[in-house]
């Protein structure tokens, strides 16, 4: 693995690149909390392409947004991030693979810029959250007063690593032996204590979202032929009815479904590579 300093229209992102230097660029995006750590279990058995995993800005050791009020972290600030790590990458034309927030990511990114996505690889995920609208004015009120609050909530420390990846795996469906890349990118060493390296913002609650409608519409823009892995049983907040209902409105789309948990690339490697790999040959 190869890490490589990007210069993103002026932000600084940090990308990790594994295989063949003149093989295929497949472009990788990582899910919320997540770093580019995310797909180097997934790497060895991709290496008919060159996987280049994004960290997005705010994770990993990508740099945070400027620290202001008027500046957040929402899906067309990391589009627009995407596209210009690209640009800085070289890449006119790639394949996207996405997982999770990545994979709403990409889904838009595809969208946004049709002419420069080859084929697009989504893992559980197809466009970003929808709002409810019944819930977008408690949402809007809460959001803005908590980015303007004054002051910082105090970072946990953790003594060492390992109990870092003990507190990643009791938050979430990974086991620790899946965990420990991700984790181990995301910590930062201060004093005798690792704290996560993520900007704190990325956990603020999101003023604004689109509705289910508007997703769709933009949706309807990838031109990329797609494939979309999902988890079974299903992810409660990915239910099945939306995601088939979204995926009705890309006009070249296919759906996979494996047994397993939302980080299937973590956990069945080989097997989300090898239909990758043949999606994007």
Known sequence: MIERDLDAAGLALKACIHGPADAPPVLALHGWLDNAASFERLAPHLDTHRLIALDLPGHGRSAHL??????????????????????????????????SLGAGVASLVAAAAPDRVRRLGLIEGLGPLADDPARSLQRFRDATARRLRRGTR????????????????????????????????????????????????????????MDEAQIRRLLAGIAAPTLLLLARPQTPYLPDTMMRERAAHVADLRIESL?????????????????????FA
């Open 259 to 279: 047994d397993g948990h939302h980080h299937l690339h973590l956990e069945h490697p080989e097997t989300v590579a090898t239909l990758m790999r043949e999606h």
């Open 154 to 209: 105090r970072l946990s420390v953790f003594p060492d690593v390992d109990s870092a990846v003990a507190a990643r795996a009791a938050a979430t469906d990974l086991p620790a032996e899946q965990a420990q890349g991700i984790v181990e990118r995301g910590l930062i060493q201060v004093g005798d204590g690792y704290r996560w390296s993520s900007d704190p913002r990325l956990t603020l609650p999101t003023p604004v979202r």
């Open 66 to 99: 400027p620290a202001s009020p008027f500046v957040a972290y929402g899906i067309a600030e990391y589009v627009a991030a995407v596209l210009a790590a690209a640009d800085a990458l070289a890449l006119q034309q790639f394949d996207l693979l996405g997982h």
